[in-house]
């Protein structure tokens, strides 16, 4: 039968039917343009890059990644610590500390030791493959730039700093038994680090950056997987690796979980107590693993180096253990969101002496940042590609073309930022540096890095604390990085969809000269 709201209903199926339709043969332009942005850059190179070096591992954090983030709850205890775990507890979520004792226990019982970082075996495989994968990226990239072969670059011995940090893990081996005398020793003539005998490289020498200066005029072309680059400079240093004892976690500290694949995953939005603070402070499990490896003791005085926007100085504060912590940001918007935050979770922090006494704000470049005293723990969470974000958000994204000599400088200024560290910490003191990068390079290379020129510039030495027996108490809480995922001298916790924290890279220095 002819009627008007028939004929209205069948035109509005077809339109609807010919707009999908055309909606599923084309693209729109503005999703084309949009992957292109900086977040599809980053994620173009972690490919490239984390695919080439983890393998299958790397599809499974991509996956995670994309996700949205897990989270732990710091319980705040100047608010109503008692409400508020019993609030979580019948949610589902579980004390991070009894989880911990009890993984601990199990792994003693049944006398499990962590699987070693990395097997020779697999090491060499991927360091060959790695080779081979940057040696096509740096013929690729000169033929790019130079197509006729004129005009060569000097320094055909660019390498990728990535092929370093696979290389090194043949020539560094941990001596536990060893003084830091016999490796001093060693370290001076141990020709077996040498590669490449006629351009007088060793693999120390190749962790030395190519300062970013020299890649003036080459921006434009220099590939993702070739821009950090190094000379050839000779000289050893001592390097140690010490396996580190059981984790002590503070007393005071609170922190709540759910356990790996558990179904739930989310808290409530923290709310206000009666106190008139916040009762917990949501934040990734690998932040709060940063404060633990610090070792926090009673009437420590500590420095949080990069500290904006607060949350580790947050979660070190609520050990109640430091007498003094000097929070230090180069930005003073970002210093500002730091005492907003302790506003939030402090009781009185604006009015009470206190306070005053106990949290000191500067702003200063950490690079540069001085101090008389010395302080008894440092922590230096540096600046860096911040993967998950830049997988994510195109905002202030550190991909964009218009940041790339920033991006290209950010190993140089995390070592320096680590050397300064190693300067402020007294002898005996413990240096935690972290990351939320999965890159090598930003990883166990900075470290590295920032050893040699701490010990060539300054004639410091620090021994690096092997913390993998020390995580094991973490196995029913987080993914730590093995195999070709495992750094040779700090932990990574490794983003997964059943544990869906990091990443976070973690490595403890211990002062020693
Ligand atoms: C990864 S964030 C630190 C996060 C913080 N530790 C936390 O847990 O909330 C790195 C911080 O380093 C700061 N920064 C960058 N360059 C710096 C420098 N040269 N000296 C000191 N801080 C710097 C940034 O402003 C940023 O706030």
Redesign the pocket.
């Known amino acids: 039968m002819f009627n008007i709201s028939n004929i209205y209903k069948n035109t509005c199926v077809t339109s609807y039917l010919v707009l999908q339709a055309r909606h599923k043969s084309k693209t729109h332009w503005s999703k084309l343009k949009k992957k292109t942005g900086p977040k599809y850059k980053a994620l173009n190179h972690f490919d490239e890059f984390y695919g080439s070096l983890f393998g299958n591992k790397w599809e499974s954090m991509r996956e995670a990644m994309l996700r949205r983030s897990k989270y732990v709850a710091v319980i705040n205890n100047y608010g109503d610590p008692e409400k508020t775990i019993e609030e979580l507890t019948n949610r589902g979520a579980h004390c991070l500390k009894n989880l911990i004792s009890i993984q601990q226990e199990f792994h003693r019982q049944y006398n499990i030791t962590p699987e070693p970082t990395q097997v020779p075996a697999e090491a060499d495989a991927q360091s060959d493959k790695l080779a081979e994968y940057i040696e096509k990226q740096q013929t690729d990239e000169i033929s790019s730039i130079y197509p006729k072969t004129d005009n060569k670059p000097e320094k055909l011995d660019m390498r990728d700093d990535e092929d370093i940090v696979v290389k090194k893990v043949k020539d560094e081996i941990s001596y536990p038994n060893r003084t830091l005398e016999d490796s001093l020793a060693e370290a001076k003539i141990d020709e077996s680090r040498i590669i490449d005998p006629s351009l007088g490289m060793t693999s120390e020498s190749l962790y030395q950056f190519l300062p970013a200066t020299k890649l003036k005029g080459m921006d434009e072309w220099v590939s993702e997987s070739v821009h950090y680059s190094y000379l050839s400079k000779g000289k050893d240093f001592p390097l140690v690796i010490e396996p580190e004892g059981p984790l002590s976690y503070p007393e005071h500290l609170k922190v709540f979980t759910y356990e790996m694949d558990s179904e739930a995953t989310t808290f409530p939005e923290p709310k206000r107590c009666q106190t008139g603070v916040f009762n917990y402070y949501p934040?990734d499990c690998g932040?709060v693993l940063?404060v633990l490896a610090l070792g926090l003791h009673p009437g420590d005085r500590v420095l949080?180096?990069?500290?904006?926007?607060?949350?580790?100085?947050?979660?070190a504060l609520q050990t109640l253990l430091p007498d003094v912590i000097v929070c230090?940001?180069?930005?003073l918007s970002?210093l500002n969101r730091?005492q907003r935050s302790f506003r939030d979770y402090l009781i009185d922090f604006e009015t009470s002496n206190k306070w005053r006494e106990r949290v000191v704000f500067k702003r200063?470049?950490?690079?540069v940042?001085t101090d008389d005293q010395g302080f008894d723990k440092v922590?230096v969470?540096?600046?860096?590609t911040?993967d998950r974000h830049s997988m994510m958000d195109d905002e202030n994204n550190i991909f964009r073309p218009d940041r790339i000599k920033e991006r290209l400088r950010i190993p140089e200024?995390q070592s320096?930022?680590l050397v300064n560290a190693l300067r402020l910490v007294k002898v005996g003191g413990t240096v935690v540096y972290?990351?939320?990068s999965l890159s090598p390079v930003q990883n166990d290379g900075v470290v590295h890095m920032a050893l040699k020129q701490a010990f060539e510039g300054h004639g410091l030495v620090a021994t690096i604390k092997d913390m993998s027996s020390t995580m094991s108490g973490f196995a029913s809480t987080l993914v730590l990085g093995t195999g070709s995922a495992a750094p040779k001298y700090g932990q990574l916790v490794t983003p997964s969809v059943g544990a869906n924290f990091g990443p976070s890279y973690i490595c403890k220095l211990v002062r020693v000269r």
């Open positions: 934040m932040s940063a949080d180096l990069c500290s904006a926007p607060g949350g580790k100085a947050l979660v230090n940001d180069i930005s970002r730091i200063v470049d950490g690079r940042f922590l969470d540096v600046p860096c911040t200024m320096q930022l972290s990351t939320c």
